[in-house]
């Protein structure tokens, strides 16, 4: 999913995988980046998944590395694993402050308030590379977009398609898509 212009949510690309997995990852990306578009500086915002970000760490597909794309993680995933591994709805809300500061100072504020209130959970988000999880560290690249929601709200648009036979999945997801497109035309 991207957004356009206009800030309307805009339908990329999709695939039908057997798994998620580095290889279905780098072939899903690798067309993404040879076919649907060849901009620069594309932003790519995922969850923490393996398979996604063996891709990015693997330094021989150059189409996944600065200045042609950045990656980035989704703010929602990350604080719901700040959550599942310290239980603590203080903490999350800090993290979500901190990632979402928009000035240095204030993001070192709250991470002194998150060490305060957790160590490990400071620890944690240390170890995490700031560029990707924080706007004031971001440069500019996820131009303020913290989330994957887009994509989680059109996947649960197309949720009842999964156990459907792949032919009816890819009509589906067209007539979906279509759908969307009209309705978005149709708009006054």
């Excluded at 580095?22 to 690798?30: C, H, P, S």
């Excluded at 794309?69 to 989704?74: E, F, P, V």
């Amino acid at each position: 999913m991207a957004t356009d212009g206009n800030n309307e949510v805009y339908p990329l690309a999709f695939a039908v995988v057997e798994s998620e997995s580095t290889e279905t990852w780098g072939w899903f990306l690798a067309c993404l980046l040879t076919y649907v578009t060849d901009r620069t500086n594309l932003c790519i915002i995922s969850d923490r998944h393996r398979g996604i970000q063996s891709c990015f760490d693997d330094t021989t597909r150059g189409y996944l590395q600065p200045p042609l794309t950045h990656h980035r993680y989704c703010l929602r995933h990350l604080v719901s694993n700040v959550n599942t591994n310290f239980n603590s709805v203080a903490l999350k809300n800090l993290v979500w402050k901190a990632a979402t500061a928009n000035q240095v100072r204030k993001f070192e504020n709250i991470m002194d308030c998150i060490k305060n209130v957790n160590r490990a959970a400071y620890d944690y988000l240390k170890e995490i590379d700031q560029e990707k999880w924080t706007l004031v560290h971001d440069h500019g690249h996820r131009y303020g977009v913290m989330t994957t929601n887009l994509s989680e709200c059109f996947n649960g648009v197309l949720k009842g398609a999964r156990s459907l036979p792949i032919t009816a999945m890819v009509m589906f997801t067209f007539y979906k898509v279509n759908s969307y497109f009209d309705d978005g035309l149709t708009k006054p």
